[in-house]
């Protein structure tokens, strides 16, 4: 069974950086799809950057220029580097995958900036 377990989240300065982890256990192949989401309560879960197996990214335009995603194929790990993290930033930040039709989440970690 496939599991996404997540670290690297916790409270920051607005202005600071913050790297979020998201390992894949329990699958012999690399995911096709590894990506982050975020929510804040009350609104819309939303994409914030995924990354294809072959190297491809996508981000949501709030982010771009100062969130970068990164993934170790070999260690199933996808890597989120947020960079002068804003107030509005402040989140649960999913991760989630995909492969071969079974899509996977993670119990999500919490993101905090505070001003």
């Known amino acids: 069974q496939v599991q996404l377990v997540e670290s690297g989240g916790g409270l920051v300065q607005a202005g600071g950086s913050l790297t979020l982890s998201c390992a894949a256990s329990g699958s012999s192949d690399s995911m096709h799809f590894m990506g982050w989401d975020r929510q804040v309560p009350g609104k819309q879960r939303e994409l914030v950057a995924g990354m294809t197996r072959g190297g491809v990214t996508n981000y949501a335009d709030s982010v771009k220029g100062r969130f970068t995603i990164s993934r170790d194929n070999a260690k199933n790990t996808v890597y989120l580097q947020m960079n002068s993290l804003k107030a509005e930033d402040a989140a649960t930040y999913y991760c989630?995958?995909?492969?071969?039709?079974?899509?996977?989440w993670g119990q999500g970690t919490q993101v905090t900036v505070s001003s």
């Open positions: 989630h995958a995909n492969t071969a039709g079974h899509y996977y």
